[in-house]
């Protein structure tokens, strides 16, 4: 007999629903959910392989330590407790800035990561604290700390209104969108051309995004910042509408961004004059036009300028805050800190040892992983938690990476398989199935082009002796800590904390509750379905336990399995200002600071080529190339090279190259297209299955190359400690 389950995709952002098919155990069959209240049944190659991940025979059931260089299955107990004594160990004999933690991508797409990496981060105690977000949208969170004065307060496109959108470097053909949840891009887009709209593209690359956009425009990589500067010039220069009072700064912007014009930023971004002028007219008399900048925009040593400017444009033109242009969703679960009226936001609280950078959000920088392992002297970092993330692949000069990793003396990995990274591990930690646990989009909830709440409860039941995720992070937290209370004591205390702060907040509707009686409420669920009631429950349309009876509950969520629509996004602003003076600035004096250093690109530069990414609708990122389905078909790894510059190189398709840049060589077959723009190459991030020690038997037999091997560590975004992943200087050769 078949059964069905219905829940929310979790590996990427557009949050499609899925309907399973499911006959006992095994899952038949996943489909889009045309029920689903914003995905109405898209759904992805990806989502079709839930089943697959789940059944995968190399996904990790059983702990394992490693002992004489071997990895062993061990208990839970074992396992938890030898992680924590290694750790406990290092912290006590050098202190805790001797500890790092690397937390990566998927721990954004699963509760136990959004819920339960406080506590274990507060308990490692140490500075050293790295994440995907360096080496992805961290330029987007400063320049919104700065103008919004809340680093989680973005603006996303509202694309089901818009008549006008300006795409930079985006692919979400590829991607699925990002920073901008919206399941089912393609449709989206074509429903802005449908009724009489258009796209723009911005990219080194035509892409498949660019293919189906009205123009695209070629642009030399890196200099996003330089062209959107021009374009606030532009609109600037033609007059402007007049800004609301709460916006302030537009006059010191105004004059420092005045040498970036349409003319002078042409040489270095390869776009001529005309075509900025033209684009500015057009945006700036749209009835309603939107700037939306992603991965190639924000990946380069610009991504901060590029971030704020893109805003700007948004401001300057009058399309922050209205319907059609930039928007803030209202989240179903709003952290206090989305108040309005808040303390601002602040980078540099503290500083990296080695590079000096400043921090941002208690982060520093990926790329300054290594020297914090490799640099002796105290507070170098002797033991490493990786959790839900493969720095061996993702992170620049993923080579001296690996050699870092094994110079660690103590190293855990939370992950389902035996990855690039987890194999450098003493102790790895696999979490359930990706369906044997609920889910619920925490990060993505507050990026929806509509507002939308959605819970998933587990498909199948976890094995009874398996931890939950939430379980290993709690238990690590207080194997680290050596306290003596449980998990579910762990567990309840920060529950009952959070209910506390909640109850108390006047803009929440259960402000005055009783907190015995909201507890007993809540206290029918536990771990993160109790956190996710009580953020329901208080947040901006909750039921406030009664006080607001057909408002949000966990409850609500697990009757409506194919999600409550909470309606378009609604103007915000200026209430939704964090900063102190509950204003939106325009011109932070920091990034106008860093505008020197962007008009240096002006004067030209003499690279020959430039590497730029891709990603592909098969992928994510590093680690779903062990699913069959996903990687069969013709290689994929391949570095996209123009018929001229390949003639100029005496390559033809199919033969190698080598790929040297600053921080490495690599070899790579070429794929000739007119796509790319001449003097740019690209490759797709995320392979180099190529490790012996790693357990991934079908990614093995396609292994390609970590394009990370050539992303040099020192090349940073200043303001966000973000790297650099596209806009690589390289040389090319004909391998022969
Ligand atoms: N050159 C280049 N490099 C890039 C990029 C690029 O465009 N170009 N993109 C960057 C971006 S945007 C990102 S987000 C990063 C991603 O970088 P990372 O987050 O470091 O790496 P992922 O490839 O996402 O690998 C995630 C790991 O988590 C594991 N995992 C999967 N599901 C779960 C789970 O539920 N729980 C746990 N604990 N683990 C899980 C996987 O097995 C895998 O080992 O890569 C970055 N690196
Ligand atoms: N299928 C699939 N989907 C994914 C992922 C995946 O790995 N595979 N990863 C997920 C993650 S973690 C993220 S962060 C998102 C990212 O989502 P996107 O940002 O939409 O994805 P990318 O494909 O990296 O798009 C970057 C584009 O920027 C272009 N580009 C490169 N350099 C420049 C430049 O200097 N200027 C301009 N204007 N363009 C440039 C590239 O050619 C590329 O087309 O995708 C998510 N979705
Ligand atoms: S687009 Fe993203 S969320 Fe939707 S099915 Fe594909 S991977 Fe899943
Ligand atoms: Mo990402």
């Given at each position: 007999?078949?059964?069905?389950s219905?829940?929310?995709?979790?590996?990427c952002?557009?949050?499609c629903?899925?309907?399973?098919?499911l006959d006992?155990?095994?899952?038949?069959?996943i489909?889009?959910d045309?029920d689903?209240v914003?995905?109405h049944g898209f759904i992805?190659p990806k989502?079709t392989t839930?089943g697959?991940?789940?059944e995968?025979?190399?996904?990790?059931?059983q702990?394992?330590?490693?002992r004489?260089?071997e990895?062993v299955?061990?208990?839970?107990?074992?396992?938890?407790?030898v992680?924590?004594?290694?750790?406990?160990?290092?912290?006590d004999?050098?202190?805790?800035?001797?500890?790092?933690?690397?937390?990566g991508?998927?721990?954004?797409?699963?509760?136990?990561?959004?819920?339960?990496?406080?506590?274990l981060?507060k308990?490692?105690?140490?500075?050293?604290?790295?994440?995907?977000?360096?080496?992805d949208?961290?330029?987007?969170h400063v320049?919104?700390?700065?103008m919004?004065?809340?680093?989680?307060?973005?603006?996303?496109?509202d694309?089901?209104?818009?008549?006008?959108?300006?795409?930079?470097?985006?692919?979400?053909?590829?991607?699925?969108?990002s920073?901008?949840?919206a399941?089912?891009w393609?449709?989206?887009m074509?429903?802005?051309?449908?009724r009489?709209?258009?796209?723009?593209?911005?990219d080194?690359?035509?892409?498949?995004t660019?293919?189906a956009?009205?123009e695209?425009?070629?642009?030399?990589?890196?200099?996003?910042?330089?062209?959107?500067?021009?374009l606030?010039t532009?609109?600037?220069e033609?007059?402007?509408?007049?800004l609301?009072?709460?916006?302030t700064?537009?006059?010191?912007?105004?004059?420092?961004?005045?040498?970036f014009?349409p003319?002078?930023?042409?040489?270095?971004t390869g776009?001529?004059?005309?075509i900025t002028?033209r684009?500015?007219?057009?945006?700036?008399?749209?009835?309603?036009?939107?700037?939306?900048g992603?991965?190639?925009t924000?990946?380069?040593?610009f991504?901060t300028?590029a971030?704020?400017?893109a805003?700007?444009?948004n401001?300057?033109s009058?399309?922050l805050?209205?319907?059609?242009?930039a928007m803030?969703p209202?989240?179903a679960?709003?952290?206090p800190?989305?108040?309005?009226?808040?303390?601002?936001f602040?980078t540099?609280?503290?500083r990296?040892?080695?590079?000096?950078?400043?921090?941002?959000?208690?982060?520093?920088p990926s790329?300054?992983?290594?020297?914090e392992?490799?640099?002796?002297?105290?507070?170098?970092?002797r033991?490493?938690?990786v959790?839900g993330?493969?720095?061996?692949?993702s992170?620049?000069?993923?080579?001296r990476v690996e050699?870092?990793?094994?110079?660690?003396?103590?190293?855990?990995?939370?992950?389902p398989y035996?990855?690039?990274?987890?194999?450098?591990?003493?102790?790895?930690?696999?979490p359930?199935?990706?369906?044997?646990?609920?889910?619920?989009?925490?990060?993505f909830?507050?990026?929806?082009?509509?507002?939308?709440?959605n819970?998933s409860?587990p498909?199948?039941e976890?094995?009874?002796?398996?931890l939950?995720?939430?379980?290993i992070?709690?238990g690590?937290?207080?194997?680290?800590?050596?306290?003596?209370?449980?998990?579910?004591q762990?567990?309840e205390?920060?529950a009952?904390?959070?209910?506390?702060?909640?109850?108390?907040?006047?803009a929440?509707?259960?402000?005055?509750?009783d907190?015995?009686?909201a507890?007993?409420q809540?206290?029918?669920?536990?771990?993160?379905?109790?956190i996710?009631?009580?953020?329901?429950?208080?947040?901006?349309?909750?039921?406030?336990f009664?006080?607001?009876?057909d408002?949000?509950?966990?409850?609500?969520?697990?009757?409506?399995?194919?999600?409550v629509?909470?309606?378009?996004?609604?103007?915000?602003?200026?209430?939704?200002s964090?900063?102190?003076?509950?204003l939106?600035?325009?011109a932070?004096?920091?990034?106008l600071?860093?505008?020197?250093?962007?008009?240096?690109?002006?004067e030209?530069?003499?690279d020959?080529?430039?590497l730029?990414?891709r990603r592909q609708?098969?992928?994510?990122?590093?680690?779903?190339?062990?699913?069959?389905?996903?990687v069969?078909?013709k290689?994929?790894?391949?570095l996209?090279m123009?018929?001229?510059?390949?003639d100029?190189?005496?390559?033809?398709?199919?033969?190698?190259v080598?790929?040297?840049?600053?921080?490495g060589?690599?070899?790579?077959?070429?794929e000739?297209?007119d796509?790319m723009?001449?003097?740019?190459?690209?490759?797709?991030?995320?392979?180099?299955?190529?490790?012996?020690?790693?357990?991934?038997?079908?990614?093995?037999?396609?292994?390609g190359?970590n394009?990370?091997l050539l992303s040099n560590?020192?090349?940073?975004?200043?303001?966000?400690?973000?790297?650099?992943?596209?806009?690589i200087?390289?040389?090319?050769?004909?391998?022969?």
């Open positions: 007999m078949t059964t069905t219905i829940r929310t995709c979790p590996l952002e557009a949050t629903g899925l309907e399973l098919t006992g155990g095994s899952v038949k069959v489909r889009g045309q689903d914003f995905s992805c989502g839930l697959r991940l789940h995968d025979p190399d996904r990790l059931r702990p394992l330590i490693k004489n260089g990895f299955e061990v208990t839970w107990d074992e396992a938890i407790a992680a924590g004594a290694g750790i406990r160990r290092i912290m004999e050098h202190g805790a800035p001797s500890l790092a933690a690397y937390v991508n998927p721990n954004v797409h699963n509760l136990a990561g959004s819920l339960y990496l406080r506590p981060l308990a490692l105690g140490s500075p050293n604290v790295f994440s995907a977000s360096t080496v949208q961290m330029p987007k320049s919104s700390g700065a919004f004065g809340n680093p989680d307060l973005i603006p996303v496109p694309i089901d209104r818009t008549d006008y959108l300006l795409m930079l470097g985006a692919d979400p053909y590829e991607s699925n969108g920073l901008a949840t399941p089912d393609p449709g989206r074509q429903a802005i051309q449908g009489g709209g258009k796209i723009v593209s911005v080194p690359r035509k892409s498949k660019a293919k956009s009205d695209h425009i070629f642009i030399k990589p890196g200099t996003d910042a330089a062209w959107l500067a021009a606030v532009a609109v600037l033609a007059g402007g509408p007049d609301p009072d709460f916006m700064g537009l006059a010191e912007a105004k004059a420092a961004l005045a040498i014009t003319e002078s930023v042409a040489a270095a776009i001529s004059g005309d002028r684009i500015a007219a057009e945006f700036a008399t749209a009835p309603r036009a939107v700037a939306y992603r991965m190639g924000h990946t380069t040593e991504g300028l971030s704020w400017l805003d700007l444009l401001a300057v009058g399309n805050d209205v319907p059609g242009g803030f209202l989240a679960i709003v952290t800190k989305t108040q309005p009226g808040g303390r601002g602040q540099g609280r503290y990296s040892r080695v590079g000096d950078y400043p921090e941002v959000r208690g982060e520093m790329a300054a992983l290594v020297d392992i490799e640099t002796p002297g105290a507070g170098q970092v033991a490493l938690l959790v993330g493969n720095p061996a692949r992170i620049p000069d993923s080579g050699a870092a990793l094994d110079r660690l003396e103590f190293m855990v990995a939370v992950d035996l990855s690039e990274t987890a194999r450098h591990a003493d102790v790895v930690l696999p359930p199935s990706v369906l044997e646990r609920a889910h619920f989009d925490v990060a909830t507050s990026l929806m082009v509509r507002n939308t709440v819970y409860p498909t199948f976890k094995p009874e002796d398996h939950s995720e939430w379980e992070l709690l690590l937290a207080a194997a680290i800590q050596g306290t003596d209370l449980s998990i579910d762990m567990d205390a920060g009952a904390a959070l209910l506390a702060k909640a109850l108390t907040n006047p929440s509707p259960a402000f005055g509750t907190q015995v009686i507890w007993d809540v206290s029918r669920f536990t771990g993160p379905q109790r996710l009631d009580i953020r329901l429950r208080t947040g901006p349309y909750g039921d406030g009664g006080n607001n009876p408002g949000l509950s966990l409850q609500r969520l697990i009757d409506h399995p194919h999600g629509d909470l309606g378009a996004l609604e103007p915000g602003l200026p209430l939704a964090n900063n102190p003076d509950g939106v600035h325009l932070p004096s920091q990034f600071a860093d505008l020197p250093r962007l008009a240096k690109i002006l030209g530069s003499s020959t080529f430039v730029v990414g609708l098969r992928s994510n990122n590093s680690w779903m190339h062990n699913i069959e389905v996903l069969k078909g290689e994929r790894c391949t996209l123009h018929p001229a510059d390949a100029s190189l005496g390559v033809a398709a199919g033969e190698s080598s790929v040297r840049s600053d921080a060589e690599i070899r790579v077959p070429v000739l297209s796509d723009m001449p003097g740019v190459v690209s490759l797709p991030h995320g392979w180099g299955h190529d490790d012996p020690e790693a357990r991934l038997t079908v990614a093995a037999r396609r292994p190359v394009s990370n560590r020192t090349a940073i975004d200043p303001l966000s400690g973000n790297a650099r992943l596209n806009g200087p390289v040389e090319l050769a004909r391998v022969s």
